[in-house]
């Protein structure tokens, strides 16, 4: 009774071997095409163990290459736990800490907390959305930040409130922001002293 439960189940294990390959030469026919990114990666290959029967007893034998063609993997966000942070909102124009005219989207942070170029999502009512780290501020310090609005009366509108915050991405360090030394152009003309001739006694 052992023996034909165990040559069943032998058995029932190669069908399934089987029918799983078989499926899978079957949806390579059907899509001859093979990915684009798989063609400029090369194949990597594995090993299967092929399962055979001898005399009622089961036994892994003959090992044969198979070629894998690698998947592109979905790329995770990796987000930070949300945290709250006391916003408000500003609405000065010029340039930011980055060099950037301010525009939609953009907020200010204390650099040591959120380094310039932080893509973070803000949790604020109607005002919920992702933000970038563009600029930073005297009073912005810790968890504070300052999110930018085209109009003053848009900034009043939002005050000062308590939002949720997570950190999508976390933006490099702050950009070398050392002047040049400048640089006067001197022209020939203006370079020369000027020669006055002295007339010679004689």
């Not at 190669?14 to 095409?33: D, G, T």
């Not at 034998?61 to 993997?73: H, W, Y």
């Not at 002293?193 to 007339?199: E, F, H, R």
């Amino acid at each position: 009774m052992k023996k034909s439960t165990f040559l069943g189940s032998a058995v029932s294990v190669l069908l399934l071997f089987s029918v799983i390959s078989y499926s899978k030469a079957l949806i390579q026919q059907q899509n001859p095409k093979p990915n684009q990114q798989a063609a400029q990666v090369p194949a990597q290959t594995s090993i299967d163990t092929v399962v055979t029967t001898d005399a009622g007893t089961l036994t892994a034998s003959t090992e044969r290459p198979r070629e894998v063609t690698p998947t592109a993997a979905p790329i995770e966000e990796k987000a930070i736990a949300s945290e709250t942070y006391t916003a408000t909102a500003y609405s000065l124009h010029g340039r930011t800490a980055t060099g950037v005219a301010p525009a939609m989207g953009m907020i200010a942070a204390d650099p040591r907390v959120l380094p310039l170029g932080s893509r973070v999502r803000i949790d604020a009512g109607s005002y919920s959305g992702e933000y970038i780290v563009t600029d930073t501020g005297g009073a912005v310090k810790g968890h504070r930040i300052d999110i930018w609005r085209p109009t003053t009366r848009d900034a009043m509108r939002f005050g000062r409130r308590a939002v949720k915050l997570t950190v999508l991405e976390l933006g490099g360090k702050r950009r070398n922001t050392a002047r040049r030394p400048r640089t006067v152009s001197v022209s020939p003309a203006s370079s020369a002293a000027p020669a006055t001739a002295k007339p010679q006694k004689n």
